[in-house]
């Protein structure tokens, strides 16, 4: 009956529109109205910082399209060929048939050397901004509930985008990746036990062989991005489920979101950006030169060239390696490689200290609520100097990774510089955290203050007395709401000792180990607590101007 | 263009409190939210000649990509791909690239450039705000999954039936198994490779570079050779793999300087010959300082001392450099005389 009305509604007005009648098709089929219902209009709200994991989506993308054109040209395969092409220096070489196709696509594909260098360029830029995006999540505590999976969702995609990256350089198989790739089959020789049997079959026998740079591209394409698309569109899927977070302003509470519109404001300005990021990669690759491997040579294991340096984001782990001394132990006809084991262990374990950093939190604070309001890092001191204490410990490691480019830049002493990579290991973050942590106290106080007592002016008034003050102006209601929006958690207490049926009852560790990391994140010597009504009252009928 | 010249009508109702000015509208509680400040208008809201010219901002930045776009295919059709000019500031660089490069990043930074000043300017930025519904589910839905699993569970009997649960967990537990097993071709089992060289007694040292046989007059006090072993080609299948253990460093040192003694015997008056694949993690050593006779890998800046056996001075290697065992033939070419004692390269567990 309802069709037959409907029917009729139509034949009064004639046919739908075109565009309504392929929506109502794809809607028969597939559900988009219900999924454009809750998603067209979804509201987004507005900050600089909320564009760092857009540069990473885009350059992700950027990556794929270019990276599938690549694959076009590129034949992943060792066998030796001897050098025809156009670059002279290099004719009559023998080399592998990876690097002879990458000569291919840099010197006779017309725009192959800019869409490789546009890959290269946008692995980069998609490393660092998952960095800086990952950054941005942390110092406001926008991995706080519901959003800790997506955190680690976000944190795979960055361990994985490292190693893409690190199967992807090696493809060309020149003598810089080819070293970096010598370096990897060391470290796995390291690992006790099964470190021989590990290389062998990672490489087809002895290092080189003729399988790693086909194997490296089947993980490099096809097992790698695979599995970062998938956890993409999850992280963005989440996002979109969550509702993304905001700052404390006012109208914004945590039960809302405020900004504008999907459509048309964010289709336009987000899918603008694509294509800005994407500009501007494009540009950078047409007067920045990236990897060029003809100045680099085809790979000898038995050549090198100074100033070998990985892609920033694997500096790190080079740093690692560098600095670690070379502890060696030999018994019962075994060998213990510590100096190169060690780092390969420590090296997953700087990133999972900053990765499971949510969890120790949310269990010192015990909270179990939804946080959708953005944190103002001087707001979380111990939270903010945690993570500038990390940051510290991976620039440290950075400045180990390139000690040569240090030592030959700065004129300094190549030992110094790895001396001073080795105490700073341990001592940097230390420092980093005690000093961030007074700052954002510092910054607290400053709030405090401009609450209580208003704006300083800049303006000077002399009193009859003589006496010069200077002029501050009170806050408005939406600075003080915003300033007065945070959250502060008291300490978190041991039980009494005695249950309620008056019988001791056994303190766990666990459970003193929480007060006093809880005592350390919220005791009055950790966090400024902010003024209250009755405080700003006081001050502001008490004596006005002050 | 100044705001006088706004019609009257199009500006917005004069604001009661200069900017600035404060007045808390909350005395109860100060700190409370004001809720969403009132939408503060835009010139192109108010000003049908300005919203105009942004329209024609982003149709001339859409035009530029269009132009940009026509520019690439002509770049693409007209220039050699050989072709080389300067930039400043930059240098000689390839024409082509530089000119694909620009006009492709011209053509999508400006659409990116349209659409976000179309965004900003002409399309509304009224905020509005959406509720948020908790992510848990509520109490009702929860028990209702609950109950629907049990009845799931009831009806398949997996509690009840131990021997199928049982049964089946080890089926599924043992199926990777094959997968595992398939992996193992991957490669040869080491055995005992990572210890033999190519090197054995009466191998010739050749010189990598000549791929002339060397005698001791070719090595001069202070200088740094590379040799790989007499036999050796580039064109040989497995070359890199061999060249990858057998490379040599010759360096020839004053008898005297020699603090070694084992040193000294293992080479030939002052001639020593030394594994070239640093035991840290396997790269080529290549830096060698002749006054104090210590080599620096470059990777990461292993140094050994080669007047003393080799042994390492500074860096993260773990043990001293491999020597191989060198005399002179009767023909006057200097000769390996066994392979190496020791396994080259990076040490691993194996190797005791």
């Given at each position: 009956?309802?069709?037959?009305?409907?029917?009729?509604?139509?034949?009064?007005?004639?046919?739908?529109?075109?565009?309504?009648?392929?929506?109502?098709?794809?809607?028969?089929?597939?559900?988009?109205?219900?999924?454009?219902?809750?998603?067209?209009?979804?509201?987004?709200?507005?900050?600089?910082?909320?564009?760092?994991?857009?540069?990473?989506?885009?350059?992700?993308?950027?990556?794929?399209?270019?990276?599938?054109?690549?694959?076009?040209?590129?034949?992943?395969?060792?066998?030796?060929?001897?050098?025809?092409?156009?670059?002279?220096?290099?004719?009559?070489?023998?080399?592998?048939?990876?690097?002879?196709?990458?000569?291919?696509?840099?010197?006779?594909?017309?725009?192959?050397?800019?869409?490789?260098?546009?890959?290269?360029?946008?692995?980069?830029?998609?490393?660092?901004?998952?960095?800086?995006?990952?950054?941005?999540?942390?110092?406001?505590?926008?991995?706080?509930?519901?959003?800790?999976?997506?955190?680690?969702?976000?944190?795979?995609?960055?361990?994985?985008?490292?190693?893409?990256?690190?199967?992807?350089?090696?493809?060309?198989?020149?003598?810089?990746?080819?070293?970096?790739?010598?370096?990897?089959?060391?470290?796995?020789?390291?690992?006790?036990i099964v470190g021989t049997y590990l290389s062998f079959f990672l490489f087809g026998g002895e290092f080189p062989g003729g399988d790693f740079v086909a194997r490296f591209y089947s993980v490099h394409i096809l097992l790698l991005p695979g599995i970062m698309l998938g956890l993409m569109v999850a992280h963005l899927i989440l996002v979109f489920y969550h509702k993304h977070t905001q700052f404390a302003g006012p109208g914004k509470t945590n039960n809302n979101v405020v900004g504008m519109p999907l459509l048309p404001v964010y289709m336009a300005k987000a899918g603008g950006f694509f294509f800005l990021v994407f500009g501007v990669i494009a540009i950078i690759s047409a007067i920045a030169t990236i990897n060029p491997i003809w100045t680099i040579g085809p790979y000898r294991p038995d050549q090198v060239s100074t100033g070998a340096q990985p892609d920033w984001y694997m500096g790190f782990s080079e740093g690692l390696i560098r600095v670690m001394p070379g502890w060696e132990i030999n018994f019962w006809g075994h060998t213990?490689?510590?100096?190169?084991?060690?780092?390969?262990?420590?090296?997953?374990?700087?990133?999972?200290?900053?990765?499971?950093?949510?969890?120790?939190?949310?269990?010192?604070?015990?909270?179990?609520?939804?946080?959708?309001?953005?944190?103002?890092?001087?707001?979380?001191?111990?939270?903010?100097?945690?993570?500038?204490?990390?940051?510290?410990?991976?620039?440290?490691?950075?400045?180990?990774?390139?000690?040569?480019?240090?030592?030959?830049?700065?004129?300094?002493?190549?030992?110094?510089?790895?001396?001073?990579?080795?105490?700073?290991?341990?001592?940097?973050?230390?420092?980093?955290?005690?000093?961030?942590?007074?700052?954002?106290?510092?910054?607290?106080?400053?709030?405090?203050?401009?609450?209580?007592?208003?704006?300083?002016?800049?303006?000077?008034?002399?009193?009859?007395?003589?006496?010069?003050?200077?002029?501050?102006?009170?806050?408005?209601?939406?600075?003080?709401?915003?300033?007065?929006?945070?959250?502060?958690?008291?300490?978190?207490?041991?039980?009494?000792?005695?249950?309620?049926?008056?019988?001791?009852?056994?303190?766990?560790?666990?459970?003193?180990?929480?007060?006093?990391?809880?005592?350390?994140?919220?005791?009055?010597?950790?966090?400024?607590?902010?003024?209250?009504?009755?405080?700003?009252?006081?001050?502001?009928?008490?004596?006005?101007?002050? | 263009?100044?705001?006088?010249?706004?019609?009257?009508?199009?500006?917005?109702?004069?604001?009661?409190?200069?900017?600035?000015?404060?007045?808390?509208?909350?005395?109860?509680?100060?700190?409370?939210?004001?809720?969403?400040?009132?939408?503060?208008?835009?010139?192109?809201?108010?000003?049908?000649?300005?919203?105009?010219?942004?329209?024609?901002?982003?149709?001339?930045?859409?035009?530029?990509?269009?132009?940009?776009?026509?520019?690439?295919?002509?770049?693409?059709?007209?220039?050699?791909?050989?072709?080389?000019?300067?930039?400043?500031?930059?240098?000689?660089?390839?024409?082509?690239?530089?000119?694909?490069?620009?006009?492709?990043?011209?053509?999508?930074?400006?659409?990116?450039?349209?659409?976000?000043?179309?965004?900003?300017?002409?399309?509304?930025?009224?905020?509005?705000?959406?509720?948020?519904?908790?992510?848990?589910?509520?109490?009702?839905?929860?028990?209702?999954?609950?109950?629907?699993?049990?009845?799931?569970?009831?009806?398949?009997?997996?509690?009840?039936?131990?021997?199928?649960?049982?049964?089946?967990?080890?089926?599924?537990?043992?199926?990777?198994?094959?997968?595992?097993?398939?992996?193992?071709?991957?490669?040869?089992?080491?055995?005992?490779?990572?210890?033999?060289?190519?090197?054995?007694?009466?191998?010739?040292?050749?010189?990598?570079?000549?791929?002339?046989?060397?005698?001791?007059?070719?090595?001069?006090?202070?200088?740094?050779?590379?040799?790989?072993?007499?036999?050796?080609?580039?064109?040989?299948?497995?070359?890199?793999?061999?060249?990858?253990?057998?490379?040599?460093?010759?360096?020839?040192?004053?008898?005297?300087?020699?603090?070694?003694?084992?040193?000294?015997?293992?080479?030939?008056?002052?001639?020593?010959?030394?594994?070239?694949?640093?035991?840290?993690?396997?790269?080529?050593?290549?830096?060698?300082?002749?006054?104090?006779?210590?080599?620096?890998?470059?990777?990461?800046?292993?140094?050994?001392?080669?007047?003393?056996?080799?042994?390492?001075?500074?860096?993260?290697?773990?043990?001293?450099?491999?020597?191989?065992?060198?005399?002179?033939?009767?023909?006057?070419?200097?000769?390996?005389?066994?392979?190496?004692?020791?396994?080259?390269?990076?040490?691993?567990?194996?190797?005791?």
């Amino acid at each position: 009956m309802s069709t037959a009305s409907t029917t009729d509604a139509r034949d009064k007005r004639g046919k739908a529109p075109a565009g309504e009648r392929v929506a109502d098709w794809a809607d028969g089929r597939l559900g988009i109205y219900s999924l454009a219902k809750a998603n067209m209009r979804k509201i987004f709200p507005d900050h600089w910082s909320f564009m760092l994991g857009e540069v990473c989506m885009y350059s992700f993308i950027i990556i794929i399209l270019t990276g599938v054109y690549l694959t076009l040209f590129f034949h992943p395969s060792m066998n030796e060929v001897e050098y025809h092409g156009p670059y002279v220096p290099l004719q009559g070489q023998l080399m592998s048939e990876a690097f002879n196709s990458t000569m291919h696509i840099s010197f006779e594909v017309r725009g192959g050397l800019l869409i490789r260098q546009i890959h290269h360029w946008a692995a980069l830029v998609f490393l660092a901004g998952m960095f800086v995006h990952m950054m941005r999540v942390f110092f406001t505590g926008a991995f706080r509930k519901p959003r800790e999976v997506n955190w680690l969702f976000g944190f795979l995609l960055f361990v994985l985008g490292m190693f893409t990256g690190f199967t992807g350089y090696s493809l060309p198989d020149d003598l810089l990746s080819g070293t970096g790739v010598r370096f990897m089959e060391g470290a796995v020789l390291s690992v006790p036990i099964v470190g021989t049997y590990l290389s062998f079959f990672l490489f087809g026998g002895e290092f080189p062989g003729g399988d790693f740079v086909a194997r490296f591209y089947s993980v490099h394409i096809l097992l790698l991005p695979g599995i970062m698309l998938g956890l993409m569109v999850a992280h963005l899927i989440l996002v979109f489920y969550h509702k993304h977070t905001q700052f404390a302003g006012p109208g914004k509470t945590n039960n809302n979101v405020v900004g504008m519109p999907l459509l048309p404001v964010y289709m336009a300005k987000a899918g603008g950006f694509f294509f800005l990021v994407f500009g501007v990669i494009a540009i950078i690759s047409a007067i920045a030169t990236i990897n060029p491997i003809w100045t680099i040579g085809p790979y000898r294991p038995d050549q090198v060239s100074t100033g070998a340096q990985p892609d920033w984001y694997m500096g790190f782990s080079e740093g690692l390696i560098r600095v670690m001394p070379g502890w060696e132990i030999n018994f019962w006809g075994h060998t213990l490689v510590l100096g190169v084991f060690i780092p390969l262990v420590i090296f997953p374990l700087v990133l999972v200290a900053i990765a499971v950093y949510p969890f120790i939190e949310s269990w010192v604070t015990g909270d179990k609520r939804e946080h959708h309001i953005l944190d103002r890092p001087r707001n979380a001191p111990t939270r903010t100097a945690f993570g500038v204490a990390w940051i510290t410990w991976y620039m440290v490691l950075l400045i180990g990774g390139g000690n040569d480019l240090w030592a030959t830049h700065f004129h300094l002493s190549i030992n110094a510089i790895t001396w001073f990579v080795r105490i700073a290991f341990f001592v940097a973050p230390v420092v980093a955290f005690i000093i961030t942590k007074r700052i954002c106290l510092g910054l607290q106080r400053r709030d405090r203050d401009k609450i209580l007592h208003g704006r300083e002016t800049g303006i000077i008034k002399r009193l009859p007395h003589g006496e010069f003050i200077e002029v501050h102006e009170p806050l408005s209601q939406e600075q003080l709401h915003t300033l007065t929006a945070h959250e502060q958690y008291k300490p978190a207490e041991i039980g009494p000792a005695v249950d309620e049926n008056g019988v001791a009852r056994k303190i766990t560790r666990r459970e003193k180990l929480r007060a006093k990391l809880s005592k350390g994140y919220y005791s009055e010597d950790n966090q400024i607590l902010k003024p209250t009504v009755e405080e700003y009252k006081e001050i502001t009928s008490g004596h006005g101007h002050h | 263009m100044s705001s006088q010249d706004i019609p009257e009508e199009n500006l917005p109702a004069e604001q009661g409190d200069a900017h600035g000015a404060v007045k808390v509208a909350d005395e109860e509680n100060p700190f409370s939210d004001p809720g969403l400040p009132p939408h503060e208008h835009r010139i192109q809201d108010i000003d049908e000649r300005a919203a105009k010219r942004s329209e024609r901002t982003v149709a001339l930045l859409f035009t530029v990509s269009m132009l940009s776009t026509i520019a690439f295919i002509a770049s693409y059709v007209a220039i050699p791909v050989d072709k080389a000019i300067y930039v400043w500031p930059i240098g000689h660089i390839s024409a082509l690239n530089f000119a694909l490069g620009v006009t492709l990043g011209l053509a999508l930074f400006c659409i990116g450039a349209g659409a976000v000043h179309w965004a900003r300017t002409l399309m509304s930025d009224v905020e509005v705000a959406d509720e948020r519904h908790p992510i848990e589910a509520s109490p009702e839905v929860k028990a209702k999954v609950l109950a629907d699993f049990k009845q799931g569970a009831k009806e398949s009997a997996i509690g009840r039936r131990k021997l199928i649960r049982n049964t089946m967990l080890g089926a599924v537990a043992m199926v990777p198994l094959s997968g595992v097993v398939l992996l193992r071709d991957l490669g040869p089992l080491p055995g005992t490779k990572l210890r033999h060289t190519t090197w054995a007694k009466g191998k010739k040292l050749v010189n990598m570079n000549t791929g002339e046989p060397l005698r001791p007059a070719d090595v001069a006090v202070g200088s740094l050779t590379f040799a790989m072993p007499d036999g050796l080609s580039e064109e040989d299948h497995d070359f890199q793999k061999n060249i990858a253990k057998d490379a040599l460093m010759i360096v020839r040192i004053q008898p005297d300087n020699i603090k070694s003694k084992k040193s000294l015997e293992w080479g030939h008056e002052g001639i020593l010959a030394y594994s070239k694949i640093c035991t840290h993690v396997g790269c080529p050593i290549s830096l060698y300082e002749q006054q104090t006779h210590h080599v620096l890998c470059p990777c990461h800046q292993s140094t050994f001392d080669l007047a003393d056996a080799g042994q390492v001075i500074f860096g993260p290697a773990g043990h001293a450099l491999p020597q191989l065992r060198i005399t002179v033939g009767e023909d006057g070419y200097l000769e390996a005389l066994s392979d190496f004692e020791e396994p080259v390269g990076p040490a691993f567990w194996e190797r005791g």
